[in-house]
């Protein structure tokens, strides 16, 4: 067992939005090195969840702790995401004119700024890292060849390497196999299997049958807080979840 107790803590958190709840009083723990899927329709507060952790909204009430009880709501958004907490949003975002790899270097050297790092020579541990992660993503391939050339899926894991580079132990993903093929999305289940145990994966998701295939603890959301927590075939049988998701 790869569980060591949480990393991150959501307690009671709510967020109002002119006096509209969109978190109302959500727990939310996971676990060091634990793949967690969220799901929930949407308004079901998925990402005000993420925007809390990572500092961009501040709740009204409530408190998240991560790792060994380190207050997020007193640190800023830039001390988070060096902190050790990585977040992706939808949209795969990367350099397109630089190769495979020195998006990944870029990501690496963060606020040295992008001409430094172009100029600077990698030394041996950076650059066995990139070479870590180009197998891990299965970009390996492409090292040589612009990202913006790279396929949809292949954009996604590119983006998902250089959030790697940075060494979180916690991954905030929004939706990442919106708009893959099937293959591509069974290439991400693996990824995301991969990566189990030594970094915390919290993956938000509409795609049912990607949930399903990734196999882990699901947390539905609803109206600001958790409705069901547990496997996929317990929470879909719950007819608490059901209620909801026939009403969508
Ligand atoms: P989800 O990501 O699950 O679809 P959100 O967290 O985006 O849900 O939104 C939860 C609710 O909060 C929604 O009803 C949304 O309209 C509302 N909301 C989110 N952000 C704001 C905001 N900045 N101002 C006003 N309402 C917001």
Redo the contacts with the bound molecule.
């Keep these: 067992d790869t569980r060591h107790g949480p990393v991150l803590y959501v307690e009671d958190v709510t967020v109002s ?2 006096g ?1 709840r ?1 978190l109302d009083a959500l727990n939310l723990y996971i676990d060091d090195g634990e793949l967690r899927c969220i799901i ?1 329709p ?8 993420m925007d809390v952790v990572t500092g961009k909204t501040r709740p009204d009430t409530g408190s998240v702790y991560f790792g060994s009880r380190i207050d997020l709501l007193k640190r800023s958004e830039t001390e988070i995401a060096q902190g050790g907490v990585g977040r992706k949003f939808q949209k795969p975002t990367v350099f397109p004119r630089h190769t495979t790899e020195e998006n990944l270097q870029l990501a690496r050297a963060g606020d040295k700024g992008v001409w430094a790092s172009l100029f600077h020579r990698p030394e041996e541990a950076e650059r066995a890292r990139v070479a870590d992660v180009l197998t891990l993503t299965g970009l390996a391939g492409e090292a040589g060849r612009p990202a913006g050339a790279l396929s949809h899926g292949q954009k996604q894991w590119l983006e998902i390497g250089m959030l790697l580079m940075q060494n979180p132990r916690l991954l905030l993903l929004d939706e990442p196999v919106a708009g893959m093929t099937g293959q591509e999305m069974e290439r991400t289940a693996e990824l995301f299997q991969s990566l189990e145990g030594s970094h915390a994966v919290v993956v ?1 998701e509409h795609d049912m049958e990607f949930v399903r295939s990734i196999a882990r603890e699901v947390t539905v ?1 609803h109206q ?1 807080s958790v409705l069901a927590e547990g496997d996929m075939a317990t929470v879909q049988n719950d007819p608490k979840v059901v209620e909801v998701y026939l009403g969508e």
């Design positions: 939005f002119d509209f969109a929930g949407n308004g079901a507060g998925k990402t005000t969840m938000v959301l600001g």
